[in-house]
Nanobody, 119 residues
Framework: QVQLVESGGGVVQAGGSLRLSCAAFGRAFNNYAMTWFRQAPGKEREFVSALKWEDGNTYYGDSVKGRFTISRGNAKNTVYLQMNSLKPEDTAVYYC????????????WGQGTQVTVSS
């Protein structure tokens, strides 16, 4: 079994920054991609960003392009999400996922970390 642990959420004023971390632990696994989603109260889950380990390609949702940056740690089990120029509409629970074989597998999910941006 693989466990994902997210950290770095919190409360920040609009215009501020936060960095989220996600680390995968457990049995040996093939890490094909790691992805961040978010979900705000009363809204559908939204794709935020993804990173493919093999080639390092990154992908972003339109609402975060130019403000958020996804990156990987030295070990093949950690991914970061640097969030700059935060807006109140970025307020949500952010979830990290791990995909084993395809970029949209999402076989494993973290417990989520709350990000609150005050105006």
């Amino acid at each position: 079994q693989v466990q994902l642990v997210e950290s770095g959420g919190g409360v920040v004023q609009a215009g501020g920054s936060l960095r989220l971390s996600c680390a995968a632990f457990g049995r040996a696994f093939n890490n094909y991609a790691m992805t961040w989603f978010r979900q705000a109260p009363g809204k559908e889950r939204e794709f935020v960003s993804a990173l493919k380990w093999e080639d390092g390609n990154t992908y972003y949702g339109d609402s975060v392009k130019g403000r958020f940056t996804i990156s990987r740690g030295n070990a093949k089990n950690t991914v970061y999400l640097q969030m700059n120029s935060l807006k109140p509409e970025d307020t949500a629970v952010y979830y990290c996922t791990l995909s084993l074989d395809t970029i949209d597998g999402y076989e494993y999910w973290g417990q989520g970390t709350q990000v609150t941006v005050s105006s």
